[in-house]
């Protein structure tokens, strides 16, 4: 399975009017269909916004930064993949699939250990969805 680097990017609007980029992987249909990534991984970073709820750009540089690690330390060996990023309405969240959340726990802690504590928190699920191998996908 080769994983690309294709992302598409859209812009979104809360009730409260507050900007929201979403940006998603494309070309994961391989991944999809292996049934191997079934853990899903939200990593949440709450910041506060400028009028419109995005980061400062001194804090963006500072996400895309820690999301670059992530990304490298997570993909390097297709434990997980990143497949989305919102950000906006004063929350960065990262959206990751897993092999397994244990090793992907532990690998997160090692990214992050150059870092000062961040300001995130993560949720995980196991995503019933992603062990279907679908002719619609």
Same mark, same amino acid.
């Given at each position: ?8 990017? =859209? ?17 994961? /249909?391989?991944?999809?269909?292996? +049934? ?6 939200? *990593? ?8 419109? +709820?995005? &980061? +400062? ?11 670059? /690690?992530?990304?490298? =330390? ?9 497949? =989305? ?19 992907? +726990? ?15 928190? *993560?949720? /995980?699920?196991?995503? &019933? ?9």
């Amino acid at each position: 399975m080769k994983l690309s680097n294709e992302w598409f990017t =859209a812009l979104s609007e809360d009730e409260e009017g507050h900007l929201i980029t979403v940006s998603g992987r494309d070309e994961l /249909t391989e991944f999809v269909q292996s +049934g191997k990534f079934k853990e899903r991984v939200e *990593i949440t970073w709450k910041y506060e916004g400028d009028e419109k +709820g995005m &980061p +400062g750009e001194e804090l963006a540089a500072q996400m895309e930064t820690v999301e670059e /690690t992530l990304k490298k =330390a997570m993909e390097k060996d297709k434990l997980a993949i990143l497949t =989305a990023v919102y950000t906006g309405a004063g929350e960065k969240i990262w959206v990751f699939y897993t092999r397994t959340v244990r090793v992907f +726990g532990e690998r997160l802690n090692e990214a992050l250990a150059s870092f000062e504590l961040l300001p995130i928190s *993560i949720y /995980t699920e196991v995503d &019933p969805r992603m062990g279907r191998i679908s002719r619609y996908v």
